[in-house]
């Protein structure tokens, strides 16, 4: 491997981590500070590619289009998914066995991927970048980068730096992160854990479907997508350790190296190596990288 | 309520016992892999119900189990019962002994991703190497012997061997469960500091109960590889580890019994929903059905399907008893 | 004081930092079969730290710990209960759906592990139940043997903590506020068992209740921030100006 | 004691096969319905594809006026999940819940395997719509195992002579590691490097990853002179818009298995023009046959037929004329067989002929991606046979 080519594939490595935290960082939330383990993540992205293209013509012929609008629609939408989730399904759960919540989320997927066969049907589909990200820059004389993937990174930088704005700087990050510790005692505090939770569940699922939304031009929309970003998102949010940004941030650059490296170098070994890394980082770490508090 | 718990057991086995004169030969054949799955259930029980450990990786063993059989099977004529079944149950052990040794230096969550991380290596191993046939799988081409006894290509024989291994390992766990080491696994599950502090090392406890499940599993999964004589990579795949996890939930945690009727209700809602002679078009859209039923159990059973007669019972004698059984549901993990 | 060999557990100059904050700074302190020895101090005083690394539930920093003249410093917790260390936390830690005879029969079960034995009933092992029984019976739990432990009232729970504890035939106790939540009844009932305990046993009583801890304890030790201020028995610490100032004072 | 026995046995025999004989009179115009049981995907992945080949089967049956062989037709469904761990039960609940008279599936290879080692346990007559594991006209081939699409080799071997003739000489090779991917780009390899080129490096990414960005950056440094693939679905779509992105396709010429642009080319949008594929259909081969069969699905069903649902007509077609050899008894197997290998079979992709292994003998096309279609550009390899390795028949 030559120098130039190293170089752009630590490009490739960085740019598939922040994809990666972008997918995963909604998950953070739900599972860091509820502690739900959210099998159904991996729908609320599919959810989101789907809304991308799906709502993409309705959009447009309602508010004159645009990528943005889309997103911004499809944000609301969500916001109000995850709410009303939360209050129906979630909110009678807290005080039972995690396993219980393990098992409500399994239902929730199966029934997102029906209905989602139901209303949209089987085909598999692209979704249009926006025009002015739809170009490529050149790397060296040896191939071109897409603008719109540099756009994804920017988009999770952007992401990570606010989500670690309201953790730690916000009077409602500081509630959040008491309820994660202690609800009995944010509840003596006179703050309402019950609109928190429903607050916290509903921005989850908010990431989860803005994250389905943004990568739908790169990965395109096809039934089970959600599937396959699950047991990753899980990866990179253990690793990270639990409910912890920054954590999850340097776990998914960590993997977007073993990955892409991993493909290059080794590519008899490239699907067993993340959890080789995961196994050996929690075995050395077993609360992960960064324990959250 | 003891007698009436051991009186539903051994009707339950009673019942499985005559199916096969009732039954269809595909009833038969429905039946079998039911209780394969019921003893795999089982082994993750063992862990989840019964010790806390909740394993995201018990396919793996299963996997093994399936896998050894097929790749020790000679090719050349038909492998003796009597040393195929324990190579392949202590293969399946030999790797929990690995798993278990290392990731019980983790806690919870942590250690469900540990347990999906070395199940998904074994995955990876079979699924990317010729060894076992690679994603296409690799088919056993003869069932093992026992002598002129058994033969296990009967599907009334191998039902027969199928139900007395279930039997066999419900009662081997019945039985340990009530052991020492059963109620010091019980103590772990509900406070591990405080069984330290007592003097327990509860280490060695929970790496023999990995083990054992681990075995337990293997042998699952020996009997499903003879049973459809084809083995896959989808065996080791980490939504396998989600289904059974997923039958004991559903069945009820903390009970032996819970997994019995976890891993029939499950296969059942399956069959039931898939049925076109019910559902007729709509019968591929099957997902919708089965999962509105796994969200209305989790909304109406807390204890899962196991707590239903108590719940019933609870209901029958009015509102006081209820608030107790809350309490009861909640205490296991409290 | 007395005979050497009475000295049951010593602990050493332990020390315990959790990064750049110090919780205990060289605490040493003896206990002597006989004797009940009380630890005060304000919350965040390092009591319960001191505790756990004595019983080896967290290693100290420095420092070392012996039990019946033995170095048990890199002992687990598991091998220091078993060579006669038991302990009660300061929340309940009983296990809440087996009845209260189970709970005592499971600590007991811990000085007659084998495991192996896994076709027999843990139910008919006569040397755990035996012993269960007449740990129950000195904890004053007799009537209630088959109640579900998670439907004791408080101090029913309390006095099953004490009974799980002497289920190991401990030589000695390490108990930590049993007397928490406790009405006076109970309380009394509790301190009349400690007197009871204490000729056969060295106790180490950490605990809030200040009348209780002047009426039974022989020995006290204050402390604050993680350091022994004061050291000896009831009446020196109570006349003890720096006791007054850092702590009595306050209350 | 011996022969009273036999002679037992053969009367029963006789009296049972005149009773057979006389009920068959008696039901000459009714004869019982043919039970067809079709496991198919029809959640997840490969729904629509599971979809598509069960409209071309019952499109076929349909024309026929709801016969084959004189009998009617019974469809018995099993969502296969494209799950092999739960295949055997699946083909098992058809032969024996169901007692079907012949089994049609399915997408997934190794759900394929699982059917054909049951159907060559029971002897059940078996269609292949679609899996292309090489094994399963291969070492598993039997008398009563059909395949009406194609092996994972043809279209590989049919591009490698393509590439080879169009003088690259330097070809790497990107696929899933699994074994349809595999078996393609080993049918690749043997014909291009026979043409003359060689294959210097053979990239592999784990299945169902879909991250290429690693694995393009390698092609970009290789500089080859051409690309061969083998994807589908979902990750067709990414890989064929990413090797656009990163400029590729400019400069390197990508060639592909068919499935790499079939049902796809919706989402590919702009970033598929002009890919090359092989395949054994194409949009517009324009011949009377084909035209009439995609008005007839058009019609029907109000959808374009894809190369999945000439799969599903022609598994119909050979099971027709299997069951008119057999006026409609399919359990005479050896003639039901034997009509099905002297058949050629009229299919829209042009008229094909069974292997000895049972695989179609069948022109491999050539296509070029244009106006949202694979258009024919021109015969690649001529009536191409798999060559059957590890077959026995």
Known sequence: ?293 | ?334 | MGNPSDVLLRGSEITRRWGGLVALNKVSLDLQRGTVHAVIGTNGAGKSTLINILSGEIPPSSGAVELLGQDVTSWSQPRRARAGLGRSYQRNTIYPTFTVLENCRLAAQATVQKPWLWWTDAQQCTASMTQARASATRAGLDDLLDREAGLLSHGQKRQLEIAMCLATKPRVLLLDEPLAGMGAEETERMLALLAELKSSHAILLVEHDMDAVFRIADCITVMVNGTVIACGTPDYVRNSPEVRVAYLGEH | ?393
Not at chain 1, 108 to 126: N, Q, Y
Not at chain 1, 229 to 249: D, K, Q
Not at chain 4, 122 to 130: F, H, K, M, Q, S
Not at chain 4, 362 to 377: C, T
């Open chain 1, 1 to 293: 491997m030559d120098f130039t080519t190293f170089l752009i594939q630590c490009l490739n490595a960085l740019q598939y981590g922040l994809l990666l935290f972008l997918v995963a960082s909604g998950l953070t939330l739900i599972f860091g500070i509820m502690g739900v383990i959210n099998l159904a993540h991996g729908s609320f992205y599919m959810i989101g590619a789907y809304m991308a293209y799906a709502l993409a013509p309705v959009v447009g012929s309602t508010f004159g289009g645009g990528f943005f609008a889309t997103l911004a629609v499809g944000l609301v939408l969500a916001v109000l998914l995850g709410y009303v989730l939360e209050w129906v399904f979630f909110s009678f759960l807290y005080e039972r066995d995690h396993l219980q919540q393990v098992l409500m989320t399994y239902g929730l997927i199966l029934v997102f991927e029906e209905l989602r066969s139901l209303m949209v049907g089987d085909d598999v589909h692209g979704v249009q970048a926006p025009d002015f990200l739809a170009g490529t820059l050149p790397l060296g004389d040896l191939m071109t980068y897409p603008i719109y993937r540099l756009f994804i990174s920017g988009v999770c930088l952007v992401l990570a730096l606010a989500m670690y704005f309201v953790f730690t700087r916000t009077r409602l990050g500081m509630m959040i992160r008491a309820g994660s510790t202690n609800r009995e005692m944010v509840q003596s505090l006179g703050i309402d854990i019950k609109f928190l939770y429903r607050v916290v569940f509903a921005a989850g699922v908010a990431i989860a479907v803005f994250a389905g939304m943004i990568a739908a031009p790169v990965s395109s929309v096809y039934p089970g997508m959600g599937n396959t970003v699950l047991i990753i998102c899980f990866v990179v949010v253990v690793i990270g350790g639990i409910g912890s940004i920054r954590g999850a941030l340097l776990a998914a650059l960590l993997i977007g190296v073993v990955d892409t490296f991993g493909k290059v170098l080794l590519p008899q070994a490239s699907g067993v190596l993340v959890y080789v890394l995961m196994a050996l980082i929690l075995l050395w770490k077993p609360d992960g990288l960064f324990k959250a508090g």
């Open chain 4, 1 to 393: 004691m011996r022969t009273s026995r036999r002679t037992l046995i053969s009367t029963t025999v006789a009296t049972l096969a005149l009773s057979a004989l006389s009920t068959l009179s008696v039901q000459a115009q009714g004869l019982p319905k043919l039970k067809v049981g079709l496991m198919l995907p029809y959640t997840g992945t490969y729904a629509a594809l599971g979809n598509a080949i069960e409209n071309g089967f019952r499109l076929h049956v349909a024309e026929q006026g709801g016969k084959l062989g004189g009998r009617e037709i019974e469809y018995v469904k099993v969502d296969d999940e494209s799950d092999p761990s739960k295949a055997t039960d699946n083909v098992n609940k058809l032969i024996k819940r169901d007692n079907v008279d012949v089994l049609i599936g399915s997408v997934h290879s190794g759900v394929a395997m699982a059917m054909a080692k049951v159907a060559k346990d029971t002897g059940t007559v078996l269609i292949v719509p679609n899996a292309g594991a090489d094994a399963v006209t291969g070492p598993m081939c039997a008398p009563n195992i059909f395949r009406s699409s194609f092996s994972n080799w043809q279209p590989g071997y049919a591009m490698g002579e393509v590439v080879a003739k169009k003088g690259h000489k330097k070809v790497v090779t990107i696929t899933w590691k699994y074994a349809a991917g595999d078996e393609s780009v080993k049918g690749f390899k043997e014909s291009f490097e026979k043409g003359g080129g060689t294959v210097v490096k053979e990239l592999n990414l784990p299945f169902p990853n879909v991250e290429f960005q690693a694995l393009l950056t390698e092609i970009a440094a290789a500089k080859p002179d051409a690309v061969y693939t083998f994807f589908a679905g979902g990750g067709a779509v990414k890989f064929v818009k990413d090797y656009a992105a990163a400029g590729l396709k400019k400069t390197i010429p990508l060639y592909g298995a068919g499935f790499l642009t079939d049902g796809t080319l919706d989402a590919q949008g702009a970033d598929a023009a002009d890919l090359m594929t092989t395949l054994h259909y194409a949009d517009s081969l324009d011949t009377p046959r084909d035209n009439a069969f995609r008005l007839a699905y058009a019609k029907t069903y109000k959808l374009q037929p894809d190369v999945y649902a000439v799969q599903g007509y022609d598994a119909a077609q050979m099971l027709g004329i299997g069951m008119t050899a057999v006026k409609g008894d399919i359990s005479k197997k050896a003639e039901f067989s034997a009509a099905v290998e002297k058949a050629k079979i009229d299919s829209p992709r042009g008229t094909f002929t069974l292997s000895k292994s049972h695989n179609p003998v069948q022109d491999i096309y050539l296509r070029k991606v244009g106006e949202k279609e694979n258009k024919l550009v021109s015969i690649a390899s001529k009536a191409l046979t798999d060559p059957a390795r590890g077959c026995k028949m």
């Open chain 2, 1 to 334: 309520m003891k007698t009436s718990k051991f009186l539903f057991v051994v009707a339950a086995f009673l019942l499985l016992a005559q199916w096969p004169l009732m039954a269809g030969q595909y009833g038969v054949d429905l039946v079998t892999k039911i209780m394969i799955f019921a003893i795999f259930a089982l082994s993750l029980e063992l862990l989840v119900g019964s010790t806390g450990l909740v394993c995201f990786g018990q396919a793996a063993f299963f996997g093994i189990g399936a896998y050894a059989t097929v790749l020790l099977t000679p090719q050349d004529g038909s492998p003796s019962l009597l040393w195929l079944l324990p190579a392949c149950v202590l293969l399946a052990a030999l790797y929990a002994l690995v798993v278990g040794a290392l990731s019980l230096r983790t806690k919870g969550v942590y250690f469900i991703m540990v347990t999906l991380a070395f199940a998904q290596m074994a995955y990876y191993v079979v699924h990317d190497t010729p060894l076992g046939g690679g994603t296409d799988g690799i088919y056993l081409m003869s069932k093992p012997v026992l002598g002129t006894l058994l033969d296990l290509d009967k599907p009334q024989a191998f039902y027969g061997f199928t139900l007395a291994c279930l039997v066999g390992v419900f009662g081997f766990l019945t039985l340990l469960l009530r052991s020492r080491f059963g109620r010091a696994l019980a103590g772990i599950r509900v406070n591990e500091q405080r069984m330290r502090a007592t003097g327990f090392s509860t280490y060695p406890y929970k790496l023999a109960a990995f083990v054992i499940s681990g075995g337990i599993a293997g042998l699952a999964g020996f009997l499903f590889a003879v049973k459809d004589g084809f083995v896959n990579p989808e065996l080791i795949s980490w939504h396998f580890s989600g289904e059974v996890l997923i039958m004991i939930i559903l069945g009820g945690l903390g009970h032996l019994r819970g997994a019995l009727i976890g891993a029939f209700a499950f296969a059942l809602l399956q069959e039931f929903f898939k049925s076109e002679a019910i559902f007729g078009e709509f019968a591929k859209h099957w997902h919708l059905g089965l999962g509105l039923s796994i969200i209305a159990c989790v909304a109406l059973l807390p204890r899962g399907l196991v707590g239903v007669p108590g719940q019933l019972a609870a209901r029958l004698r009015g509102r006081e008893a209820g608030s107790h059984d809350a309490a009861a549901a909640k205490a296991p993990h409290g």
